[in-house]
């Protein structure tokens, strides 16, 4: 008799659930999942067994599903920490471009910067909404997410940085960060700070290490020694490079005469209250970011750029190539960077 659990309403009915299926049919849960979706890599044989299997059972893949046949949601989910953010919604409004292209839905997951209701949304909500395929935006994922993630067995990809386990799209950070430090050695600056973005919480992965990895080596490698006091925290918000700058000028004794921020917003952050002190911006210190934010140009920044917006979009077309039956379709790539010099980097001025 199909027992009734939590577990069961993935399926949309009260009483049979997905594990029901693949006990009837002596195969995996995630090639039930697979089959009854229309989702590529499983054979016709399988597919038409375990579907034959789920019409008996009374199972359906999903409320909104048009049949077993078909069993897909023509809906993406995306996670993101945050959408109001530049890199989150330039990367939204990407994926929403292919995906109104290919005519899919999006289902927006946001954590709104938060990681309280993670539980609840990787063991319930993703697999209630019966999503056909997830995008995440700039964040890691636990051992224990990917678990729930792969029992739905749905094509998975990251962008914004590096995620074990997981295909990913994004710049070379530590590349990045090296191209805009060594910009400031080459133009001769020698008393460099850092303003940073590792907050140590549960939604900072690789990303914001690797770029202060890149500061050290830059340094390291130039011969150029490296402050504790002058590497100060943000989180890549505009507010948090104000409270940066405001510390780091607090400090007695000497200045940097050039600043490594992480992100743009940072940077302006920087710049911004730099002109409240009376700072001037390159005269007294160069200001150099990471993004090439879309207010960027209109401040002079100099910057490394990317563009989140391309990568989501690429990351969703590999997405909805690979549900088309392409195997292998979502895989790693590196995106573009480019040094972009404005206004805000000059060399020191001499006393």
């Not at 309280?116 to 935006?137: C, E, G, P, W």
């Not at 770029?211 to 080596?217: C, E, K, P, T």
């Not at 007294?284 to 990471?290: A, E, K, T, Y």
Request: hydrophobic content about 40%; some cysteine.
């Amino acid at each position: 008799m199909a027992r009734t659990s939590e577990r069961s309403l993935r399926g949309g009915h009260s009483g049979v659930s997905i594990e029901d299926v693949a006990a009837a049919a002596g195969v995996s849960t995630a090639t039930v999942s697979r089959a009854v979706r229309g989702l590529p890599n499983v054979s016709s044989a399988t597919r038409e067994k375990i579907l034959a299997v789920a019409t008996d059972l009374g199972y359906v893949a999903s409320s909104s599903a048009s049949g077993l046949a078909t069993g897909r949601t023509k809906t993406i989910g995306v996670l993101a920490p945050f959408v109001s953010r530049w890199f989150f919604s330039k990367a939204i409004e990407g994926a929403d471009r292919e995906l109104h292209l290919r005519n899919y839905n999006m289902t927006l997951f946001n954590l709104g910067g938060h990681g309280s209701n993670r539980v609840r949304l990787f063991s319930k909500t993703m697999v209630y909404k019966q999503i056909d395929a997830l995008l995440v935006l700039c964040m890691a994922l636990t051992h224990e997410e990917l678990e729930h993630l792969q029992k739905i067995d749905i094509p998975l990809i990251v962008v914004g940085g590096y995620v074990e386990e997981c295909s990913y799209i994004g710049i070379d950070d530590y590349a990045a960060g090296s191209l805009a430090v060594q910009h400031l050695v080459d133009l001769g600056h020698r008393d460099i700070a850092l303003v940073h973005g590792d907050n140590q919480t549960d939604l900072n992965f690789d990303v914001p290490r690797v770029r202060i990895l890149a500061f050290h080596d830059v340094m390291e490698r130039a011969g150029l020694p490296t402050r504790p006091e002058w590497e100060q925290w943000g989180d890549f918000t505009l507010l948090s490079g104000q409270e940066a700058f405001r510390r780091l000028w607090s400090l007695p004794g000497k200045k940097p005469t050039a600043i490594f921020c992480a992100s743009d917003e940072m940077a302006m952050g920087v710049i911004f209250e730099a002109a409240k002190a009376g700072v001037r911006v390159p005269q007294d210190v160069s200001v150099i970011g990471i993004d090439d934010h879309d207010f960027a140009e209109a401040m002079g920044l100099t910057t490394v750029s990317q563009h989140p917006d391309d990568q989501a979009e690429l990351a969703t077309r590999m997405l909805l190539d690979e549900l088309d039956g392409q195997a292998g379709a979502v895989r790693s790539l590196a995106a573009p960077h480019e040094l972009i010099v404005r206004g805000t980097t000059a060399p020191p001025c001499t006393p």
